[in-house]
């Protein structure tokens, strides 16, 4: 697909989905450690189940250093609803520690230190940097991300690494920190992976699957 095509999908998705930069944000956070913390734990579970989490955990271990002395079973408790607790506690105590050790207790605000962390690949990394810091220097694919960029025709790739550089050439940079909100926004509300409504989608002509 050329930039001029995929310029306009934005355009038209931005019009569907209207948002501000500071405005993008589908967790609900008060500071960079809760943004770094609730991303490693929505990992195959929704937003809305880590929001209703956010209070009781962040409560009992508002920093690194609570969290990094934290008994594993004692969060599990907490995060039990976000499933695969077990890995994710270890992985939230374990970032936490490293944060203490290695940063005083401070989330990083480079992709290349925070994917040191425990539980932290490029797409939490991206997410971080962008939404905690306004830092935009990558965009974080996920799930929906990965699926409607095959789609609609942004990237031929399957791998996430890949599907976000084939991104970060067909947009322009300032674009960069909106296009996950975009897709995500759109894969919910219209492309879901279930069930794909292409006969009311607006950017229907521009698609590389068009259904109708």
Not at 29 to 34: C, S, T, V
Not at 79 to 102: D, P, R, V
Not at 182 to 211: E, Y
Request: aromatic residues 8%; contains cysteine.
């Amino acid at each position: 697909m050329n930039r001029k095509t995929a310029e306009s999908i934005l355009e038209e998705l931005n019009k569907l989905y209207p948002h501000t930069e500071d405005d993008i944000n589908f967790l609900q956070f008060r500071n960079p450690f809760e943004i770094l913390i609730m991303t490693i734990l929505s990992a195959q579970t929704t937003d809305v189940i880590i929001n209703s989490i956010r209070d009781e955990l962040f409560e009992k271990y508002p920093d690194a250093q609570a969290l990094s002395q934290a008994n594993q079973v004692d969060v599990e408790k907490i995060i039990h609803s976000a499933g695969y607790y077990h890995a994710k506690a270890k992985n939230i105590i374990a970032t936490s520690k490293m944060l203490c050790e290695k940063f005083n207790g401070v989330v990083p605000d480079t992709i290349e230190e925070l994917i040191l962390l425990p539980g932290v690949g490029r797409k939490t990394a991206n997410i971080v940097t962008n939404h905690a810091f306004h830092k935009t220097l990558g965009i974080a694919v996920d799930t929906h991300v990965g699926r409607l960029s095959q789609k609609i025709g942004f990237s031929n790739n399957t791998t996430p690494e890949k599907i976000e550089q084939d991104l970060m050439k067909l947009f322009d940079k300032k674009d960069w920190y909106q296009v996950n909100f975009l897709l995500i926004s759109h894969g919910r509300a219209v492309c879901n992976a279930k069930k794909q409504d292409c006969s009311s989608c607006t950017i229907r002509n521009m698609c590389k699957s068009n259904n109708s």
